[in-house]
């Protein structure tokens, strides 16, 4: 953790430094400063954990240095040391959310005792940001959020997967049976946990699926692999039903998460339909699936949306073919990744290849022994596929739709809001929410959130100019104020404080 001790004594600086780096407490980084403007300048370089700072200085006293760091969001927690007892400044203090109050000398089990509780704080807002971020990642992986309407910077990420490889593993459950409980995790997580330093899981009821991130500096080999996911499947599990693993490991590149998912999904997929073994890993010659992934998708919205006859699916599949692997002569390893690129999209908005084909003719379709599409074409699958996807479409306009989502982002923008959460509200689908928003306002729904929740803060603080920029924040349901300002910033570029100063001038 990281601490700044500012005081204008630099014996009683370098005192006060000394003592809590014999106190063993958790703060290791600590920077002393001379006074508010010297603070000021080595907080451009610095973000510190928590400021230690004595009111009486020269040119910038401590309530005044507290109040532009507020406004510029570079701390959110202060302790105030002082040689006068004067309960004015406390007072004063404690409109600005100060922690503590300590009196010169400073008594060390004191200043311990202090240092202790606001460790332990820290510690609670970090492991709720852990898992606010795992929330916003959850977001984007499964249900492809854009990760720029993320207030998830690359800092962020690192501190979550900061080891050189991560994998991905999605277990999938199909028919009745249930998502793999928290025991059975455990155990996976134990056996990789050697090779895998940190290690995250994020469910999906409406996917049906348990991901497992995984960050290590090793990649985890194949036996490793089967080790930790093996003994919870049979082999011989009927097609359809039972769970199917699907793993996916690279270096790191935290700006195509998404991707990795994919590959995994892929992966998974040809487990389901074109292996015999419960789990498969997804190899780098297997072409890039995510980018043919993409182009599918986009065609199928882009048809659905528009309304395009079935006839010009017919016609437009030629420009499709090239983005796949292989010839335009549909061979078996086109065939292949297009009907994978064709579960995987299924699976992203909760469908099945069974549930528009029926169990036989999707076994016959995605067999591996069946010859490369000689009954049933490409444009075909795709034509059926958008032609189910519209017979099966709500049933209320999409404008109502819409409007109900609107309505309840509205009523509930105060609290932790997330796709998941709507999606149980309306019953629908996250990826179908998400594509709605797309079509009818042009914006994605977290742009949305991010958009309104913005407007009420701005609207509180033209009321409430002398209210706390954290207050604020959390009446808006941002629980961590750093999310707020980043937020605020990316969308307003200016920050908080800056609106405000702006709007009372």
């Known amino acids: 953790m990281k601490l700044m001790v500012v005081d204008d004594e630099p014996i009683i600086l370098n005192g006060i430094i000394r003592m809590i780096q014999k106190a063993n407490t958790s703060f290791i980084e600590i920077v002393g400063a001379a006074d508010g403007v010297d603070a000021l300048q080595k907080l451009a370089n610095f973000q510190p954990d928590l400021i230690l700072t004595d009111i009486h200085m020269p040119e910038m006293d401590g309530l005044a240095l507290i109040k532009e760091i507020q406004t510029l969001n570079l701390c959110n927690r202060f302790v105030i040391l002082t040689g006068y007892g004067d309960f004015a400044y406390a007072r004063q203090a404690l409109r600005y959310q100060v922690i503590d109050y300590l009196l010169k000398p400073i008594n060390k089990e004191e200043l311990v005792t202090v240092l202790t509780k606001v460790e332990q704080t820290i510690r609670d807002e970090q492991q709720l940001t852990i898992e606010h971020d795992l929330l916003l990642l959850k977001e984007h992986i499964l249900y492809n959020s854009p990760i720029e309407d993320m207030p998830l910077k690359p800092e962020q990420l690192h501190t979550l997967l900061p080891y050189p490889y991560t994998t991905i593993i999605v277990f999938q459950a199909y028919e009745s049976v249930p998502l793999l409980t928290a025991e059975r995790l455990e155990g996976v997580c134990a056996l990789l946990s050697h090779v895998c330093k940190k290690m995250y899981t994020v469910h999906s009821r409406f996917l049906r699926q348990t991901v497992l991130i995984a960050n290590g500096v090793h990649v985890p080999t194949d036996e490793e692999f089967q080790r930790a996911c093996g003994d919870l499947f049979d082999t011989k599990r009927i097609l359809g039903s039972g769970y199917c693993i699907g793993v996916s490991v690279r270096k790191n590149d935290n700006d195509n998460l998404r991707d ?221 104020p750093r999310h707020f300002f980043k937020v605020f910033k990316k969308f307003e570029n200016i920050t908080p404080g800056q609106y405000r100063l702006g709007n009372s001038s």
């Open 260 to 480: 990795l998912y994919i590959e995994a999904m892929a992966a998974m997929l040809f487990n389901r339909y074109f292996s015999n073994s419960s789990m498969t890993i997804y190899r780098p010659e297997s072409e890039n699936i995510h980018s043919d992934y993409n182009n599918l998708v986009q065609y199928i919205e882009h048809s659905l949306a528009q309304q395009i006859s079935i006839e010009q699916i017919e016609k437009d599949i030629q420009s499709i073919l090239p983005h796949f692997s292989g010839n335009a002569d549909c061979n078996n390893k086109l065939r292949e990744q297009f009907l994978i690129c064709v579960g995987v999209y299924l699976q992203s908005v909760g469908l099945t290849p069974e549930s528009i084909w029926g169990e036989h003719a999707a076994t016959k379709l995605f067999s591996p022994s069946s010859t490369p599409l000689e009954n049933i074409s490409v444009s075909e699958i795709i034509a059926q596929l958008v032609r189910y996807a519209r017979s099966t479409d709500h049933h209320q306009p999409h404008t109502q739709a819409i409007d109900k989502i609107v309505a309840f982002v509205e009523q509930n923008y105060k609290l932790d809001l997330s796709l998941d959460a709507v999606a149980d509200h309306v019953q629908m689908h996250p990826n179908y929410i998400s594509m709605l928003f797309r079509k009818e306002m042009g914006l994605t729904f977290l742009h949305y959130l991010h958009t309104f929740r913005l407007t009420k803060a701005k609207q509180i603080m033209q009321e409430n100019p002398e209210w706390p920029i954290n207050t604020i924040a959390e009446l808006v349901g941002y629980e961590n």
